[in-house]
């Protein structure tokens, strides 16, 4: 069997495709399907402007289908455009059937390149929005830095770098005194002030452990000078 379908009206496909991907177009979606069931043959099922939810009402449970989503992602005010294929499988495709569609999915693919994210799903639920957003942040890397408003308030910084910073500088000042060694207090600052980054690192807030971090290193500093 061959592995290249049939594209029928290729043009018009390419057309809606480069329509989706137009910053002065609306459309924000397109979608392409087996014709008549044919496996080898591949046709424009259609295109729009109202985004996953209409893209999803288009979807059909008995076919294996190809689409394309254009959304756009905002992060630290800056807008950018994003894209997702979306690879179609029907629950209610036969089994057998989903691998003689299989064989052509490379080629179809290849027509639809390049985007930023890809799903392959039988569920309408995955098409939403959201679930979306998640597959461009996941392949993109900023999933971590784009925080909702419930994660945020949940995330404790500031306590855990408190007690860190504060440790070290009672370590510290029992150096000065006498009452610890300066190796012990040497150890202590190192590991402390690198556990305050992990901290930092760990709870999203990398800047806040980087003054803890400097601070904990300029008394380690201070402390060899003056021994």
């Known amino acids: 069997m061959s592995t290249t379908p049939e594209f029928r009206d290729l043009k018009r496909i390419q057309d809606a495709i480069a329509d989706v991907r137009s910053d ?26 109202g985004g996953p939810t209409e893209f999803s009402s288009h979807v059909d449970d008995t076919s294996v289908m190809y689409g394309l989503i ?12 994003k894209f997702v294929y979306v690879h179609w499988f029907g629950e209610d495709v036969p089994f057998v059937k989903k691998g003689r569609f299989g064989v052509v999915h490379g080629s179809v693919r290849t027509l639809f390149q390049p985007f930023h994210g890809d799903v392959e799903t039988g569920s309408v639920s995955d098409l939403e929005e959201s679930n979306l ?7 993109s890397g900023t999933k971590s830095k784009v925080l909702d408003t419930k994660e945020a308030e949940g995330r404790p910084v500031g306590f855990p770098l408190f007690i860190v910073f504060s440790t070290v500088i009672v370590v510290c000042l029992c150096v ?8 012990l207090c040497s150890w202590l600052t190192v590991c402390l002030s690198t556990y305050c980054l ?17 601070s904990c290193c300029y008394v380690f500093v201070t402390l060899s000078a003056a021994t």
């Not at 000065?176 to 190796?183: A, D, E, L, R, W």
């Not at 930092?200 to 400097?214: E, H, K, R, W």
């Open 198 to 214: 992990f901290l930092s690192y760990l709870f999203d807030c990398v800047s806040a452990g980087v003054v803890p971090y400097f």
């Open 176 to 183: 000065v005194v006498g009452c610890v060694s300066f190796q």
């Open 133 to 139: 957003m998640t597959i461009i942040q996941e392949s």
């Open 24 to 49: 002065s177009s609306s459309t924000n979606w397109v979608l392409a399907g087996h014709v008549d069931g044919n496996p080898l043959a591949v046709g424009l099922v259609g295109s729009g402007s």
């Open 70 to 81: 254009r959304l756009e992602e905002t992060i630290d005010m800056s807008t950018t455009v």
